[in-house]
Protein backbone atom coordinates (compact mmCIF):
# COMPACT_ATOMS: atom_id res chain seq x y z
CA UNK A 1 0.00 0.00 0.00
CA UNK A 2 1.15 3.57 -1.17
CA UNK A 3 0.07 7.02 0.00
CA UNK A 4 0.70 9.86 -1.67
CA UNK A 5 0.24 13.13 -0.78
CA UNK A 6 0.60 16.46 -2.68
CA UNK A 7 1.76 20.01 -1.87
CA UNK A 8 2.86 23.01 -3.41
CA UNK A 9 0.11 24.23 -5.89
CA UNK A 10 -1.39 27.76 -5.48
CA UNK A 11 -1.94 31.15 -7.58
CA UNK A 12 1.28 32.25 -9.58
CA UNK A 13 0.74 35.06 -12.89
CA UNK A 14 1.87 33.47 -16.53
CA UNK A 15 5.54 33.37 -16.55
CA UNK A 16 6.53 32.40 -13.26
CA UNK A 17 7.05 29.20 -11.20
CA UNK A 18 6.07 26.45 -8.99
CA UNK A 19 7.35 23.51 -7.34
CA UNK A 20 5.03 20.68 -6.51
CA UNK A 21 5.84 18.02 -4.20
CA UNK A 22 4.58 14.14 -3.76
CA UNK A 23 5.71 12.49 -0.47
CA UNK A 24 5.12 9.03 -0.58
CA UNK A 25 5.20 6.27 2.45
CA UNK A 26 5.17 3.05 1.59
CA UNK A 27 7.05 1.16 -1.16
CA UNK A 28 8.76 2.95 -3.66
CA UNK A 29 7.35 2.75 -6.91
CA UNK A 30 8.09 4.83 -10.31
CA UNK A 31 5.91 8.00 -9.79
CA UNK A 32 4.22 10.76 -12.52
CA UNK A 33 2.06 13.64 -12.45
CA UNK A 34 -1.45 14.27 -14.21
CA UNK A 35 -3.34 16.44 -14.61
CA UNK A 36 -7.32 17.54 -15.09
CA UNK A 37 -9.30 19.96 -15.65
CA UNK A 38 -13.17 20.00 -15.15
CA UNK A 39 -15.36 18.10 -17.99
CA UNK A 40 -11.72 16.61 -19.33
CA UNK A 41 -9.44 13.41 -18.96
CA UNK A 42 -6.98 13.41 -16.97
CA UNK A 43 -4.00 14.51 -18.60
CA UNK A 44 -0.73 13.18 -18.25
CA UNK A 45 2.25 15.43 -17.16
CA UNK A 46 5.19 13.67 -16.39
CA UNK A 47 6.62 10.62 -15.27
CA UNK A 48 9.86 9.42 -13.53
CA UNK A 49 11.14 5.68 -12.72
CA UNK A 50 13.33 4.59 -9.96
CA UNK A 51 15.90 5.13 -11.67
CA UNK A 52 15.79 8.59 -11.82
CA UNK A 53 17.28 9.29 -15.07
CA UNK A 54 14.81 7.78 -16.76
CA UNK A 55 11.98 10.78 -17.35
CA UNK A 56 8.94 11.62 -19.84
CA UNK A 57 7.30 14.22 -20.69
CA UNK A 58 3.83 15.36 -22.51
CA UNK A 59 4.85 17.84 -25.24
CA UNK A 60 3.08 20.04 -24.02
CA UNK A 61 5.20 20.68 -20.94
CA UNK A 62 8.66 19.30 -22.63
CA UNK A 63 11.45 22.19 -21.54
CA UNK A 64 9.59 23.89 -19.48
CA UNK A 65 8.53 21.09 -16.64
CA UNK A 66 11.01 18.87 -14.97
CA UNK A 67 10.64 15.89 -12.52
CA UNK A 68 12.61 14.67 -10.17
CA UNK A 69 12.66 12.57 -7.05
CA UNK A 70 14.72 12.15 -3.71
CA UNK A 71 14.55 8.42 -2.97
CA UNK A 72 16.01 8.84 0.41
CA UNK A 73 12.57 11.01 1.00
CA UNK A 74 10.95 8.81 -1.19
CA UNK A 75 9.13 12.15 -2.57
CA UNK A 76 8.97 13.31 -6.13
CA UNK A 77 9.35 16.99 -7.43
CA UNK A 78 7.00 18.99 -10.38
CA UNK A 79 9.17 22.06 -10.78
CA UNK A 80 7.02 23.86 -13.25
CA UNK A 81 8.40 27.17 -14.80
CA UNK A 82 7.28 29.67 -17.93
CA UNK A 83 3.60 29.02 -16.50
CA UNK A 84 0.62 29.72 -19.02
CA UNK A 85 -3.24 29.77 -18.33
CA UNK A 86 -3.29 26.69 -20.10
CA UNK A 87 -1.19 25.13 -17.33
CA UNK A 88 -4.15 25.39 -15.09
CA UNK A 89 -5.56 22.08 -13.57
CA UNK A 90 -5.77 20.13 -10.60
CA UNK A 91 -2.30 17.78 -10.50
CA UNK A 92 -2.43 14.76 -9.62
CA UNK A 93 0.78 12.37 -8.10
CA UNK A 94 0.59 8.69 -8.84
CA UNK A 95 2.64 5.46 -8.10
CA UNK A 96 2.55 2.16 -9.36
CA UNK A 97 4.58 -0.22 -11.49
CA UNK A 98 3.46 1.26 -15.04
CA UNK A 99 4.92 0.26 -18.00
CA UNK A 100 3.54 2.74 -20.36
CA UNK A 101 4.50 5.70 -18.23
CA UNK A 102 1.83 7.88 -19.68
CA UNK A 103 -1.47 5.74 -18.88
CA UNK A 104 -2.90 6.75 -16.09
CA UNK A 105 -4.62 2.95 -15.82
CA UNK A 106 -1.34 1.57 -14.85
CA UNK A 107 -0.90 3.78 -12.03
CA UNK A 108 -2.02 2.08 -8.59
CA UNK A 109 -2.08 5.15 -6.39
CA UNK A 110 -3.29 8.24 -6.32
CA UNK A 111 -3.20 11.61 -4.47
CA UNK A 112 -5.85 14.23 -3.29
CA UNK A 113 -4.81 16.40 -6.33
CA UNK A 114 -3.21 19.71 -5.72
CA UNK A 115 -4.64 22.98 -7.07
CA UNK A 116 -2.62 25.08 -10.22
CA UNK A 117 -4.43 28.11 -11.01
CA UNK A 118 -2.02 30.59 -13.41
CA UNK A 119 -3.46 34.50 -13.97
CA UNK A 120 -3.26 35.79 -16.93
Known amino acids: QVHLVESGGGLVQAGGSLRLSCAAS?????MAWFRQVPGKEREFVAA????????FYADSVKGRFTISRDMAKNTAYLQMNTLTPEDTAVYYC????????????????WGQGTLVTVSS
Open 94 to 109: AAGTAVRPSRADEYDW
Open 26 to 30: GHTYP
Open 48 to 55: IRLSASAT
